[in-house]
């Protein structure tokens, strides 16, 4: 047996309770003994135990009654009922009710012994199971939805850089959240009583984003009437999360390089060096790489940023994020909207999951805010969503002010697969049914009537052969 530690025996009868104490005293560091309910709820209180023997009739207590206190108080234990002959529908309704297992009693020495390793290894198993669901199959994270094994890596990086103070760099396309990853870098760090400030470098004049970061005095220029206090100093104690870094002007990035090295700045006009106790949070949609070649950002102020990297995925790329992200969306503005949705129909499922999202999540989100406004309630269906628009039309529309989603003409028909390998259409066919079925493999088969077995074996295949597997 693997694991050692505290046996608690509930039983009133000392000679059984002596007995079950000798067949297991070579298994447990410790075996405690308790004849009254009451003094087995004062041990369980006192020292939680790795596993629990209860025999259903005390004096002072039934066995059920506190079978179903410890299963309400989720007892980090597995319980065995004993039971006595011809009570095994007391035995089932005790299992159902939350125990392990039982033992009919008088039990052998050998039975009692498998009964309670099979428990304790089985306890564990769940155990192992409960945590990998919890720290790995996350569909929430600190306000970002996803279950996509890419955004798994996310969740996990973004674990790992919290407690650090060091820099993080996020890279992404517009509508990815970045924005969200900050905030949750913050939430989780040792800094969340602090300030999260945001600049976006994109959004502000040239020649007012010094001010933005680093405040001014009176007069500094035209139209500083009065003193202004910088998102540095407001973040001092926090974050400071500056997006689109790419269009920070270059003049101004040695500023904020000496700001990172040393903590030091000074306001516009001002001559005295303040400090502030920050850390910094970057993020672009663009190539940085690329930005440095073309002389729009400086190296050493993208290496002294560039400490723990998180790249955010397309939304095209997180699959089962799609539908998940969707659900999320009608219900958060359904109920904004005072609206009643009950979900998106199939035909809806299939058209978000073949979208091509430019837009990203950002776009899913504008978009379920509009059929929230637009529609009644009850199903979402296909005839609720834009027509896809032709590529020539989409870019058009895009640069036209007032253009809607609506406005967009009917879709081009679709491209003819006829001429590509079977194995493809059959890829794309499975991996399809997949992202429709969240990620459930069974779900996938029974939609595609096929056996589980088979997309298990192909998927094999496509990761690991050159030479696709056609059978069924």
């Not at 059984?16 to 041990?43: N, P, Q, V, W």
């Not at 066995?63 to 009922?81: E, F, S």
């Not at 680093?214 to 100093?233: E, L, S």
């Not at 539908?323 to 958060?332: D, I, T």
Request: with cysteine; proline share 6%.
């Amino acid at each position: 047996m693997t694991v050692k530690s505290k046996l608690l025996i509930v039983e009133d009868t000392p000679s059984l309770a002596r007995t079950y104490e000798t067949h297991l005293k070579g298994e447990f560091d410790s075996i405690e003994i308790a004849d009254t309910g009451a003094k087995a709820l004062a041990s369980v209180q006192t020292e939680s135990p790795s596993c629990i023997l209860l025999d259903l009739k005390l004096p002072d207590a039934d066995g059920l009654d506190l079978l179903d206190r410890w299963t309400r108080d989720n007892l980090a234990a597995p319980v065995i009922v004993i039971t006595a002959t011809g009570s095994m529908s007391i035995a089932v309704d005790a299992m159902r009710r939350g125990a392990h297992d039982f033992v009919v009693k008088p039990t052998s020495a050998e039975r009692l012994k498998v009964t309670v390793k099979n428990a304790l290894d089985t306890f564990q198993l769940k155990k192992v199971v409960a945590t990998y669901e919890a720290e790995i199959d996350r569909s929430d994270f600190c306000g970002i939805v996803g279950r996509s094994l890419v955004m798994q890596g996310v969740y996990k990086t973004i674990e790992a850089a919290a407690p650090s103070s060091a820099s993080v760099f996020v890279t992404g396309d517009t509508g990815t959240g970045k924005e969200l990853v900050a905030r949750a870098v913050h939430e989780m760090s040792p800094r969340r009583k602090g300030r999260f400030v945001a600049i976006n470098c994109g959004a502000i004049p040239k020649d007012l984003i010094e001010s933005e970061i680093f405040g001014h005095v009176k007069g500094a220029f035209t139209g500083a009437t009065a003193d202004r206090v910088g998102a540095a100093q407001l973040a001092d104690g926090g974050t400071l999360f500056l997006d689109e870094l790419g269009e920070m002007p270059i003049d101004l990035q040695p500023k904020l390089l000496r700001f990172l090295q040393l903590g030091e700045f000074s306001r516009v006009g001002e001559g005295t060096m303040r400090r502030a106790d920050i850390r910094i949070i970057a993020a672009t949609n663009r190539d940085p790489l690329q930005a440095i070649r073309d002389g729009r950002l400086r190296e050493d102020l993208y290496y002294r940023l560039h400490v723990i990297p998180v790249a955010l995925p397309s939304l095209a790329e997180r699959g089962v994020d799609i539908l998940l992200l969707a659900e999320s969306f009608l219900e958060r503005f359904g109920r904004e909207e005072n609206k009643a949705f009950t979900g998106f129909s199939r035909d809806a499922q299939e058209w978000l999951v073949s979208h091509p999202w430019p837009g990203n999540v950002r776009e899913l989100e504008n978009l379920v805010r509009q059929i929230a406004v637009m529609q009644e309630g009850g199903d979402v269906t296909a005839a609720m969503l834009p027509s896809r628009p032709a590529p020539a039309a989409a870019s058009s529309l895009s640069a036209t002010p007032g253009a809607h989603m609506s406005d967009l003409p009917p879709a081009s028909p679709a491209p003819d697969y006829g001429c590509e390998p079977l194995w493809l259409t059959e890829k794309k066919s499975i991996e399809r049914a997949i992202t429709l079925c969240r990620g459930n493999i069974v779900a996938a088969a029974k939609r595609l009537e096929i056996n589980p077995s088979t997309i298990y074996r192909k998927k094999a295949g496509w990761e690991s052969s050159t030479v696709p597997d056609t059978s069924f």
